[in-house]
């Protein structure tokens, strides 16, 4: 009678592992588990009905920012499906400062081409588009304490559609 169970184990003892397999977990193990240093606040939300009404903004509230040499880049992360009807989108932002004081701006970001193909720096696989968009690079933040930063989209259309997640993220920058 032969025991299955010795079978068994014997068949995995003679299992060699692959090396370029246990690299591989080592490698997305850190991945996973390291952290961008450079990176201050970074938070999205998903846009109901995958409708984002003109008068709806996003709003961003930072933790406490006490270095006020710090450089910054702010960035603005917009996912969409493929049936996002657009070339672009608009973004008005608002930053209301600790002081109160609001600063408005205009942003145009591109995410297809003029033939309607993807543009390479969009990133997303099957139907979901992701882009980020470099709002504010190397810019300092006058006041410490916290910012709100409010993003509405700028569009023709009161409802933009198929819009799936807006995001902000607020990074450091290398002195110079």
């Known amino acids: 009678m032969i025991n299955v ?3 068994m184990l014997s068949k995995s003892v003679k299992r060699k592992q692959n090396p370029f397999t246990l690299l591989a977990f080592c490698f997305l193990l850190f991945s996973l588990t390291s952290c961008d240093s450079s990176l201050v ?3 999205s939300y998903p846009v109901k ?3 984002w009404n003109q008068k ?3 709003i961003f509230t930072t933790d406490s ?3 006020i040499n710090q450089g910054y880049n702010a960035y603005i992360d917009l996912r969409v499906n493929e ?3 657009y070339r672009n989108i608009y ?3 608002e930053i209301e400062m600790p002081n109160k004081q609001i600063i408005r701006d205009t942003v145009n970001g591109f995410l297809q081409d003029e033939a309607g193909n993807w543009l390479e720096d969009v990133s997303g696989f099957g139907t979901i588009k992701q882009k980020e968009f470099l709002y ?3 810019f300092r933040l006058p006041f410490a304490g916290k910012y709100k930063f409010s993003i509405f989209q700028a569009m023709r259309a009161e409802n933009l559609e198929d819009v799936e997640d807006v995001g902000f993220k607020l990074k450091t920058i290398e002195q110079e």
């Open 56 to 58: 709806t903004p996003f």
């Open 65 to 67: 920012i006490t270095d």
């Open 83 to 85: 049936n996002y009807a």
């Open 91 to 93: 973004f008005f932002v």
């Open 136 to 138: 504010r690079p190397k």
């Open 5 to 7: 169970r010795s079978l």
């Open 49 to 51: 009905d995958l409708k």
């Open 41 to 43: 606040y970074n938070e």
